[in-house]
């Protein structure tokens, strides 16, 4: 079964985690010095926040799988997105260790879909996101979120 994953920037972890907390009535799964993580069943989402690594508010949106199976669905199904899709593979990321790629929606929204295997001790340090830097900031560490390019717009305009 899949989940929904989002991830947040935020200024200060100790509130926000406070604000999170009494939302979703359930304290986080995972607290780090710059991170925390709900993995809730209702609604069915892996929800995280950080500081530190991007910018504030939405960071990016994810579908978190629970097998190779649904992995490789899910990557189908992104490959036929008419967007670059970056394959990042086997990576440490969020504290945890997965398999995974990313791509963004026409509005250049980030999206990842990704199965997670393990937990790790640091937020990410995998070599691969110097490979798939496209920009200063994903260059200069910011682990989760590579920018992707946003796919080419279809159409004339907003409306028609």
């Not at 925390?36 to 994810?62: C, Q, Y």
């Not at 937020?123 to 796919?151: D, E, F, K, M, N």
Request: one cysteine or more; charged letters at 15%.
């Amino acid at each position: 079964m899949k989940r929904l994953h989002v991830h947040v920037g935020v200024d200060d972890l100790p509130t926000s985690i406070g604000f999170y907390s009494t939302l979703f009535a359930a304290p986080p799964t995972v607290v780090q010095h710059d991170y925390a993580k709900w993995m809730l069943d209702d609604p069915r989402v892996n929800f995280a926040i950080s500081t530190g690594h991007a910018g504030r508010g939405v960071e990016h949106l994810g579908i978190q799988v629970e097998t190779a199976a649904e992995l490789a669905d899910v990557a189908t199904r992104l490959a036929a997105a008419d967007g670059p899709v970056l394959d990042e593979g086997a990576t440490t990321c969020c504290y945890a260790r997965s398999t995974k790629a990313w791509i963004s929606d026409p509005q250049g929204v980030v999206w990842e879909t990704f199965l997670t295997s393990g937990t790790a001790v640091d937020y990410g340090s995998s070599p691969a996101l110097a490979r798939l830097a496209t920009s200063a900031q994903a260059a200069a560490g910011a682990c989760c979120a590579p920018a992707v390019a946003p796919a080419p717009a279809s159409g004339t305009g907003c409306c028609g």
